[in-house]
Nanobody, 125 residues
Framework: QVQLVESGGGLVQAGGSLRLSCAAS????????MGWFRQAPGKERDFVAA????????YYADSVKGRFTITTVNAKNTVYLQMNSLKPEDTAVYYC??????????????????WGQGTQVTVSS
């Protein structure tokens, strides 16, 4: 069973930055892709960014393009989400997800088999 542990959330002012981390218990060769999603109160869980472990393929939601960057460090079994120029509308619980199907980098929740517990990001205006 793959375990994912997120960290790095917190409270930041608009325009600030945060870096989220997600450490996977499973060695990266058993997983193909990682994703970040977020869920604001009363809303659905939305796609933010996704990457394969080699870093050759990345996808971003239009709302975060140019502000967020997803990267991986295979040696640490860790995926990062660097979030810059944060806006109040970025406030949400951010979830890390992992997928083992080779060749697929999903951009929807149904594409992922493993999920972390989430980390809260709050951006004040």
């Amino acid at each position: 069973q793959v375990q994912l542990v997120e960290s790095g959330g917190g409270l930041v002012q608009a325009g600030g930055s945060l870096r989220l981390s997600c450490a996977a218990s499973e060695r990266t060769f058993r997983l193909y892709a990682m994703g970040w999603f977020r869920q604001a109160p009363g809303k659905e869980r939305d796609f933010v960014a996704a990457i394969n472990w080699s870093g050759s393929t990345t996808y971003y939601a239009d709302s975060v393009k140019g502000r967020f960057t997803i990267t991986t460090v295979n040696a640490k079994n860790t995926v990062y989400l660097q979030m810059n120029s944060l806006k109040p509308e970025d406030t949400a619980v951010y979830y890390c997800a992992a997928e083992a199907k080779w060749g697929v980098v999903p951009v929807s929740t149904v594409g992922y088999d493993y999920w972390g517990q989430g980390t809260q990001v709050t951006v004040s205006s």
